[in-house]
């Protein structure tokens, strides 16, 4: 890089810390709205081209499954945390090289409470900022304990009945009094599918919400049932939904987690990332 150069992007860097933003950040960016990539979306191909596909995109942000085959160079080796020092270092240099942030994992489903713990140190050695995951029951104090030493969040999801959290009142009942770190991963979805009204499931959760597993979905009834659509095209109320988080001062992250179109569904979340902010613009 000559003088001339270094002095050029020295100024520019200069100019947009006065500017106080990006020019790209979107208005949905600006107010405390953060797409990502739930890593599940593109299960069928390694952590690493899932990375790739993220960047594609222009998402700036994912949230990496636990399971997640990360790519050649690893073997089989997959993203959680039975990762070794080496690796993690090499997946979260792979992230940054392409312009993308691993803010969170999940869902995190342990089969016994010690995994906990690794669960956490995984997760703050990785610079996360959440573990979205299902907590049994009886883990609360355990979970509630370890979310304040590692100021880490536990986002809970909704997987549908019979899951635990499957409505909103159980996961409300479990953190009664607990921890604001601890809160709701809204797979909005998944209420709809179980019969739930997903505006009033978001309205119940008012506070409580740590990030989303955002979608929208077609009817029941049609050919494939209730799979995933481009966003503005089902059964979803989109931007009623954006409406309540705005209300409700929202900060956070909304994870794509686009389960249809398996093989090529970077066409489609393009749209539904094109619809989000076109939404976004018109309610702010």
Not at 61 to 71: F, K, N, T
Not at 205 to 216: N, Y
Not at 221 to 240: K, N, Q, R, Y
């Amino acid at each position: 890089m000559t003088r001339i150069t270094t002095l050029a992007a020295a100024a520019s860097a200069m100019f947009l810390a006065v500017a106080g933003c990006s020019p790209k950040e979107s208005v949905a960016e600006r107010n405390g709205w953060k797409l990502a990539i739930q890593s599940y979306t593109f299960h069928k191909f390694s952590l690493e081209e899932a990375l790739d596909k993220t960047a594609e995109l222009g998402v700036k942000y994912i949230e990496a499954y636990p399971g997640h085959r990360l790519g050649e160079k690893w073997g089989d080796q997959v993203f959680g945390y039975g990762m070794d020092e080496a690796t993690r270092n090499e997946i979260l240099d792979l992230a940054a090289s392409k312009g993308v942030k691993i803010v969170g994992s999940g869902v995190f489903v342990p089969s016994t409470p010690s995994e906990w713990e690794e669960e956490f140190k995984f997760a703050k050695a990785m610079g996360l900022e959440y573990i979205s995951a299902e907590p049994a029951m009886e883990d609360w104090d355990l979970v509630e304990k370890l979310s304040d030493e590692y100021g880490i969040a536990v986002s809970v999801h909704n997987h549908p009945r019979p899951s635990t959290y499957w409505t909103p009142d159980s996961l409300l009942t479990a953190i009664s009094g607990r921890s604001p770190r601890l809160g709701s991963c809204a797979d909005v979805g998944h209420w709809k599918r179980c019969g739930l009204d997903h505006l009033d499931c978001l309205c119940k959760l008012d506070g409580r919400i740590i990030s989303l597993h955002f979608k929208d979905i077609a009817p029941e009834e049609a050919e494939g049932g209730s799979h995933d659509v481009i966003w503005g095209t089902g059964v979803l109320d989109v931007p009623a939904m954006l409406g309540i988080l705005k209300d409700q001062e929202f900060k956070g992250y909304f994870a794509i987690e686009y389960e249809y179109n398996w093989d090529n569904s970077v066409p489609d979340i393009k749209q539904c990332i094109d619809y989000f902010n076109e939404v976004a613009d018109s309610i702010y």
